[in-house]
C-alpha cells in the first residue's frame, strides 16, 4: 500500500515538473518578444541619432555660408541673425531630443537588467526545486525501505511467536507425558503393596523367627518409605521445574510481545512523521508555484505599462519627424546606409533565434533523460523486489550463523578471561620490570656523579700537580742559572786576585793598610752605555788616599787597572740581568678581589750577623747594604794571600745563605698555615698555582699547598701584576741602594703600597730575601 501511494506522489511530482518546464518555455518565448521590441526600438532610435547628426552637420555648413556672407554682404547681417536664432532654437531642440533618447535607452537598459535578474532569480529557484524534489525522492526510496524493514520485522516478529506458541505446546506436552508416567509408576507400587500385604496361611514358628520376620517386615518397611519418600520428592521437584518452565515461557512470551508493540509504536512513528514532512513538501511546492505565477504576472503586466508609455513617447517623436521631413529630404540616402545596419542586426537576431531553438531543442533532450530516468526507476524498483526475497533467505542463514556465533562467543569469553589473568600476571611482571628500571637508572646516575666528582678531583689534583712540576721546574733552572751566575763570580774574582799579585798591588794596600785614614770613601760612578742612556753601577772599587807620593807611571798602572776591573763588573753585571730576565717568578693566585702579600721576611737577622762581622773598620762608612758588598768584596781583595782565608769566607757565606733559607721556609710555612685557618673568616680560596707565562690561571677551589722543603730561592724576584704603582718589593722593603735613615720612611710606604697592592692586584708573587744586599 505504502508503495502505491509513494508512486504517485512521484508521477505527480514528474507532472508538476512538465509544467515547470511549459511555463519556463513561455517564458522564454515571451522573453524573445520583448527582445525583439527592444531591438525595434534600438533600431528606431539609432535612425533618429543619424539624422540628427545630419542636421548638425547642415548647420555647420550654414553657418561657414553665413560668416562669408557676413564678410562679403554687410548688409544681411539682420537675416544672419534671424538665421541663427533660428539655428540655435533647432540646436536646443536637438538637444533636448538627445537627452530625452539617453534617457529612456538607460532607462531600458535598467528594465532589461531587470528582467535579466529576475529571470536568473526564478532559474536558481527551479534549479532550487529540482535539488529539493530530488532530496524527496531519495528520502522517499529511504522510508520504502525502512517500511520493507519493517515489513520484513513484523513477519519475523510472527514467526517467534509462532515458534513460542510451539514451544510452549511442546512442554505441555511433554509434562502430560511425565505425569502420565508418574500416574502409571504410583499405581505400580500401590498394586506392589496391595500385594505384599496380602495374607499369608498361618504357620506356628518359633519366637525367634517371629522376631526375625518382624525385623525384616519392619526394614522392608523402612526402604519402602524411603522409597515413597524418594519418589514424592522427585514429583515435587518435577512439578516445581515445571512450573518455573511455564512462568519462564509466559514471561518470554509477555517480554515479546511488549518489545513488538514498541516497535510496532516506534514504526508507527516514523511513518507518521513521513507523512507529516511530505505534506510540508507539498504545501512549500505550491507557494512556490503560488509565487512564482504570481511574478510572471506582475512582471508581464510592469512590462506591457512600460511598452505602452514607450509607444506613446515614439508616436510623439515620429510626428515631430514628420514636420522635420519636408526640410531634409536628403537625409534618405543615409537612411539607406541604417537600413544596412539594419540588416546586420537583423542577422544577430536570427542567430540569437538560433541559439534559442538550440536550448529548445536541450530541454527536450531533458525531458527524454527523465523519461529514461523513470524507466530505469521501475527497473530499480524490480531488482529491489528481487533482492528482497535474497534478503530472507540470508537472513535464514544468518539466524543459523548467529546460534553459531553465540557459541563462539561464549568459547571466546573463556579465553578472554583466561588472556586477562595471564596480561594481569604480565603487568605485574612489567610493573616490577620497570621498578628494577628506574631503581638501575637512579643507581646508575649516582655512579655517574660519583664518576664525574672523581674524575674532577683527579683533574684538579694532576692541574695542580703539574703547576707544582713547573714551579719545580723554574726553581731548578733558577738554581742552575745562579750556579753559573757564581762560577762566573769566582772565575773574575780568581782571575783579578792573579792580576793583582802579578802587578804588586798587594803591596800597595798593605802600605794603605799600616797608613789608614779614618774614613774611606765610596765612589758611585755613572758611565754610558751601548744603548746610549745612563745607567748606575756601584763600583766595587775604592780610591785609595795615602800620605806617599805616587808616580805619573803608577797612576796611569793604576787607571788601567781600575778600567779593567770596571769592564769586568759591567759584564758580570748584564749576566745577572740575563739570568733574571730569564728566571720566572712563582705566582699565585687568590680567589676572590683581595690578593695575599707577605710580609718583609728578610729579617733583621741576615743584616745583623753582616754588620757584626764587619764593625771594625767600616762601621763609619757603610752607607747601605750593597756598600756593604762592596766592602766584603774589597776584603777578599786584601786577604789575596791567604786562600785559604778566601775559602772559608765562602763557607761561611754558604752556611749563613742555608740558615737564611730555612729561616725563610719556616716563616712562609707558618704564614700559609694560619691563612689556611683563616680562611673560613676571609673567604679566600687559593686556584691553581701557575707559573708565568706557562700554565693558564683557571680557578679551582681546592688546591693542595704545600710546604716549603730543601729548595734555594737565590735569584727569583718578586713582581705583582695588574697593579698601577707596580713596584719590586725590593725596593719596598729597603733592601737596595737605600740608606739607613730613610729606612723607617721606605717601612711606612711599604704599609701603605702593600694595601693599595691588596686592593688592586691579582696576582701575588712571591721571592725569597735578599742576605747582605745580594740573594
Do not use: C, W
Request: charged letters at 40%.
Amino acid at each position: 500500500m505504502a508503495s502505491d501511494g509513494d508512486k504517485k506522489k512521484l508521477e505527480e511530482n514528474m507532472k508538476f515538473l512538465q509544467e515547470k518546464e511549459k511555463d519556463l518555455n513561455e517564458r522564454m518565448e515571451q522573453f524573445d518578444q520583448q527582445k525583439e521590441r527592444q531591438a525595434q526600438l534600438v533600431k528606431d532610435l539609432k535612425e533618429k541619432e543619424g539624422s540628427l547628426q545630419g542636421l548638425t552637420n547642415e548647420v555647420n555648413s550654414k553657418t561657414k555660408l553665413l560668416n562669408l556672407a557676413n564678410q562679403q554682404l554687410p548688409q544681411k547681417e539682420a537675416r544672419v541673425a534671424e538665421l541663427d536664432k533660428f539655428i540655435k532654437d533647432k540646436e536646443g531642440k536637438l538637444k533636448e531630443l538627445e537627452m530625452t533618447i539617453e534617457k529612456r535607452q538607460a532607462d531600458s537598459n535598467k528594465d532589461l537588467k531587470a528582467i535579466t535578474i529576475q529571470l536568473n532569480d526564478s532559474n536558481t529557484k527551479l534549479h532550487a526545486t529540482e535539488e529539493k524534489l530530488k532530496e524527496r525522492e531519495d528520502a522517499i526510496d529511504s522510508y520504502k525501505k525502512k517500511i520493507v524493514a519493517l515489513e520484513f520485522a513484523q513477519e519475523d516478529y510472527k514467526k517467534r511467536e509462532d515458534n513460542f506458541l510451539l514451544r510452549i505446546k511442546e512442554v505441555q506436552e511433554q509434562m502430560k507425558v511425565q505425569q502420565s508416567d508418574l500416574d502409571s509408576n504410583y499405581r505400580k507400587i500401590v498394586e506392589v503393596d496391595e500385594q505384599q500385604i496380602q495374607t499369608e496361611p498361618v504357620k506356628i514358628k518359633s519366637k525367634e523367627e517371629a522376631d526375625e520376620k518382624k525385623k525384616k517386615k519392619k526394614e522392608k518397611e523402612a526402604e519402602k518409605q524411603a522409597q515413597k519418600d524418594e519418589k514424592e520428592r522427585s514429583r515435587k521437584e518435577l512439578k516445581q521445574q515445571m512450573e518455573n518452565e511455564k512462568k519462564e515461557l509466559e514471561q518470554q512470551l509477555e517480554e515479546s510481545k511488549s518489545y513488538q508493540q514498541k516497535e510496532k509504536e516506534a514504526y508507527l512513528k516514523q511513518i507518521r512523521e513521513l507523512q507529516d514532512h511530505v505534506s510540508l513538501q507539498n504545501i512549500q511546492i505550491e507557494q512556490l508555484q503560488n509565487a512564482s505565477q504570481n511574478f510572471n504576472a506582475t512582471a508581464t503586466m510592469e512590462l506591457e505599462v512600460k511598452l505602452a508609455k514607450e509607444s506613446k513617447e515614439l508616436e510623439k517623436l515620429r510626428l515631430k519627424l514628420s514636420d522635420m521631413e519636408p526640410k531634409y529630404r536628403e537625409l534618405e540616402v543615409k537612411q539607406v546606409q541604417t537600413e544596412m545596419k539594419l540588416n546586420q542586426l537583423q542577422i544577430q537576431t536570427n542567430e540569437q533565434k538560433l541559439q534559442n531553438e538550440s536550448l529548445h531543442q536541450k530541454s527536450e533532450q531533458q525531458t527524454k533523460r527523465i523519461k529514461e530516468l523513470k524507466s530505469q526507476v521501475r527497473q530499480m524498483s524490480q531488482e529491489k523486489e528481487e533482492f528482497e526475497k535474497e534478503n530472507q533467505k540470508r537472513k535464514e542463514k544468518m539466524k543459523l550463523l548467529q546460534q553459531q556465533l553465540k557459541i563462539h562467543e561464549e568459547e571466546m569469553q573463556a579465553k578472554d578471561a583466561e588472556i586477562e589473568n595471564k596480561a594481569k600476571v604480565m603487568e605485574r611482571m612489567m610493573q616490577a620490570n620497570e621498578d628494577m628500571k628506574k631503581e638501575n637508572q637512579k643507581l646508575s646516575l649516582k655512579l655517574r656523579q660519583i664518576q664525574t666528582t672523581q674524575i674532577k678531583d683527579m683533574q684538579k689534583k694532576i692541574r695542580d700537580k703539574d703547576s707544582e712540576i713547573e714551579v719545580l721546574k723554574e726553581m731548578l733552572r733558577s738554581s742552575q742559572l745562579q750556579s753559573k751566575s757564581k762560577d762566573n763570580e769566582i772565575q773574575r774574582l780568581q782571575k783579578k786576585i792573579n792580576r793583582m799579585t802579578k802587578e804588586g798591588y798587594v803591596e800597595k794596600m798593605q802600605a794603605y793598610v799600616a797608613h789608614r785614614p779614618n774614613q774611606n770613601h765610596l765612589q758611585h760612578h755613572q758611565y754610558q752605555g751601548n744603548h746610549g742612556a745612563d745607567r748606575t753601577i756601584d763600583i766595587e772599587d775604592i780610591d785609595i788616599k795615602t800620605r806617599d807620593n805616587f808616580t805619573e807611571e803608577d797612576e796611569e798602572h793604576n787607571a788601567q787597572e781600575e778600567e779593567d776591573f770596571y769592564d769586568n763588573h759591567d759584564l758580570n753585571h748584564r749576566e745577572q740581568d740575563k739570568t733574571n730576565s730569564e728566571m720566572k717568578a712563582v705566582r699565585v693566585k687568590l680567589m676572590g678581589k683581595k690578593d695575599l702579600i707577605l710580609p718583609d721576611i728578610s729579617s733583621k737577622s741576615s743584616s745583623s750577623q753582616m754588620n757584626s762581622m764587619f764593625e771594625n773598620g767600616l762601621a763609619n762608612n757603610r752607607r747601605s747594604q750593597k756598600d756593604l758588598h762592596s766592602s766584603v768584596l774589597f776584603d777578599q781583595e786584601l786577604d789575596e794571600q791567604n786562600v785559604s782565608r778566601n775559602q772559608l769566607m765562602r763557607n761561611k757565606r754558604k752556611a749563613q745563605l742555608q740558615e737564611n733559607n730555612k729561616i725563610f721556609e719556616n716563616q712562609y710555612n707558618r704564614l700559609v698555615d694560619d691563612y689556611q685557618r683563616n680562611a673560613s673568616s676571609r673567604q679566600y680560596k687559593f686556584s691553581s698555582v701557575g707559573v708565568t707565562g706557562a700554565i693558564s690561571n683557571e680557578p679551582s677551589p681546592n688546591v693542595n699547598v704545600k710546604r716549603l722543603g730543601n729548595y734555594k730561592y737565590h735569584n727569583s724576584t718578586l713582581l705583582v701584576k695588574n697593579s698601577a704603582n707596580y713596584q719590586s718589593l725590593d725596593h719596598i722593603r729597603g733592601m737596595g741602594q737605600s740608606e739607613p735613615s730613610t729606612i723607617s720612611g721606605t717601612r711606612s710606604k711599604q704599609r701603605k703600597l702593600i694595601n693599595i697592592l691588596e686592593e688592586k692586584s691579582d696576582y701575588l708573587v712571591i721571592s725569597p730575601p735578599k742576605i747582605g744586599g745580594r740573594y
